[in-house]
């Protein structure tokens, strides 16, 4: 008849004193190690040996060896307790996440892409706090540079700083125009062909006009000295009232009413850009930050 081990009946407890006899071969060691008195040690580990019906250590001259028995069970113990870990782990990361804040810096234009991942976010850990501060790209280098967020958004990272990034998705940038304008009819133009265009541009310190600068430098400048209004939505309003043409991120125009604006096509363009997850290098990740990361990549995967 097959002879039937009782290992069910062998407590969590006497697993976890069997682990640590049988890693420090020694029971005086495995009973300081646990906060044990060394005949606890012992009752346990002889009554885990008759449970299981099997000798789990021998003793030769005054040193403790595992039996073949032992060696099966340690194996097991092994996986048990790396198992209970990871799960502890998993525990620990839940707790940080259901009680931390979540910082987030981003620049003015990244307002359109973040918070729809952070809305479906807050209402899987409904107890986390996010702090969402928005600014220009000058303004949220400053934040950078004060570690004052655990995560951040821009087009344009500042290669000058310790910074790790990860590409998020595209940002391109598109001329637009009041729908009346008569250019928007043609099927292509150049950038040369609205020289004498009064260009509307974000404020000093935008990293979209940080952008159309670096462009400017290249295809040239408007004659008409251009006019600086400091926001994605007011520009917009005054292309639509007609007081020039701008450049915008697709991004922006995506989540406003554009029924009285145009995109031009203008062959210069889209001006390519991307959208960048930035952390301070070395920087170390709260739970909170790391699984709202996760969550960032997954919702923009899905879109
Ligand atoms: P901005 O940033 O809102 O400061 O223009 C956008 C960007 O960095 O492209």
Redesign the pocket.
């Known amino acids: 008849m097959k002879k039937r081990f009782h290992t069910r009946q062998a407590t969590f407890r006497q697993l976890e004193i069997f682990h640590s006899v049988a890693e420090k071969s020694s029971v005086t060691e495995a009973a300081y190690a646990l906060h044990l008195a060394q005949p606890t040690v012992s009752t346990q580990l002889s009554r885990l040996q008759q449970a299981l019906g099997l000798p789990l250590f021998e003793t030769i001259g005054k040193k403790m060896y595992l039996t073949a028995e032992g060696s099966e069970l340690l194996t097991a113990t092994s996986e048990l307790f790396a198992t209970i870990d990871r799960l502890e782990m998993r525990l620990a990361a839940r707790a940080g996440l259901s009680l931390g804040t979540l910082k987030l810096g981003v620049?003015?234009?990244?307002k359109y892409l973040i918070p729809k991942a952070l809305g479906t976010f807050c209402h899987k850990y409904p107890d986390i706090e996010p702090e969402f501060q928005i600014g220009?790209?000058a303004e949220i280098i400053e934040r950078l540079k004060q570690n004052k967020d655990d995560l951040y958004v821009?087009?344009?990272p500042p290669r000058e700083l310790e910074i790790t990034t990860q590409l998020l998705t595209e940002?391109p940038l598109v001329v637009v125009a009041n729908k009346e304008y008569s250019k928007a009819k043609h099927s292509s133009i150049s950038w040369n062909d609205l020289k004498d265009e009064r260009l509307l541009l974000?404020e000093q310190?935008?990293?979209?006009?940080?952008?159309i600068e670096q462009f400017l430098a290249e295809f040239g400048y408007p004659h008409k000295s251009p006019l600086t209004i400091a926001s994605n939505e007011a520009i917009k309003e005054s292309v639509e009232s007609g007081l020039g043409i701008s450049i915008l991120?697709v991004y922006a125009l995506n989540h406003m009413e554009t029924d009285n604006l145009v995109i031009l096509p203008v062959k210069e363009f889209p001006l390519a850009?991307n959208w960048y997850l930035v952390t301070p290098k070395g920087k170390k990740q709260s739970p909170v930050a790391h699984s709202f990361e996760q969550h960032l990549f997954k919702h923009l995967g899905e879109r």
């Open positions: 620049v003015t234009t990244a220009n790209r821009f087009s344009h940002n974000r310190g935008s990293g979209t006009r940080f952008t991120s850009n």
